[in-house]
């Protein structure tokens, strides 16, 4: 009796296999299609959060594949434009998640761009020229492009926070805050509410349409840091592919400082 419910009535037998699904009867004998699939979402959650003198790019460590964690510590942000090896001096950061080994592809480029454009003129580049310039890397890639959701943050010329937005063909938008990667949905309403105050009215102010919105200002650091680890606490309760570690780096005018902490591990 059970041997008669573990076969599958299609195949006519047991160990039915995805590989090996069963062809119409319009299909000619032998007829098999092949097909090159070079992408994987190897999951993970990215955000970033822009304050009045400071950036901060955090994302969590869990490097998986459908339901198998390939690393826990996997990192998704990484300095950009560095001269020394453990990149030390270097201005901007980038994170990148969905398709690892197109992140960090696209990061090994964009850092050599900057590097170069260091070498030549003396300086780092800026976070804006540095925006523009991933921008057209992304599009060159647009017929076969790289399967990662990049945002990359650093100061701007004036020394407010910055933080820019991709998709993956290099559209490009600067925004106070921005998450991507398998837990965006579930981290994006959030950021909506606490950094850009959607729907919050000022108290008082009047009723149904008459309510002012609250006006939208940086928050400081230490908020921004609490409103980080929250936002990935809750991720990671509703999220299998997001987990383990959280690494953190805010960029201020002094370098940029790195933290970790830990998540859940199941």
């Not at 942000?77 to 696209?106: H, K, N, P």
Request: charged share 25%; proline share 5%.
């Amino acid at each position: 009796m059970a041997a008669m419910f573990s076969q599958n009535p299609i195949m006519n037998g047991p160990n039915y296999s995805f590989s090996d699904t069963p062809r119409t009867n319009n299909a000619p004998e032998g007829a098999r299609q092949h097909r090159f699939d070079p992408y994987t979402d190897n999951g993970g959650s990215t955000l970033a959060i822009a304050g009045a003198d400071f950036a901060i790019m955090a994302g969590d460590t869990r490097h998986t594949s459908g339901y198998s964690i390939n690393s826990r510590f996997s990192p998704k942000c990484f300095r950009i434009g560095g001269t020394t090896a453990d990149q030390s001096d270097a201005t901007m950061v980038l994170s990148v998640v969905g398709f690892a080994a197109d992140g960090e592809a696209l990061k090994e480029r964009l850092d050599t761009v900057c590097k170069m454009y260091r070498y030549r003129h003396g300086k780092p580049m800026s976070v804006n020229a540095c925006a523009k310039r991933l921008s057209t890397i992304l599009y060159q890639k647009r017929f076969f492009p790289y399967y990662a959701y990049a945002i990359l943050g650093g100061l701007d010329e004036e020394g407010k926070g910055a933080v820019y937005s991709y998709d993956p063909v290099g559209s490009y938008e600067r925004e106070q805050c921005r998450a991507g990667g398998a837990a965006a949905s579930l981290i994006m309403p959030f950021l909506d509410n606490q950094v850009n105050f959607k729907n919050q009215y000022v108290p008082g102010s009047g009723e149904g349409h008459a309510l002012q919105e609250r006006e939208r200002k940086p928050l400081p650091r230490k908020e921004v840091e609490i409103l980080v680890k929250d936002a990935f606490d809750g991720a990671v309760e509703r999220h299998i592919e997001v987990g383990d570690y959280l690494q953190m780096m805010v960029v201020t005018k002094d370098g940029i400082e790195e933290l970790i902490m830990p998540l859940k591990k199941d």
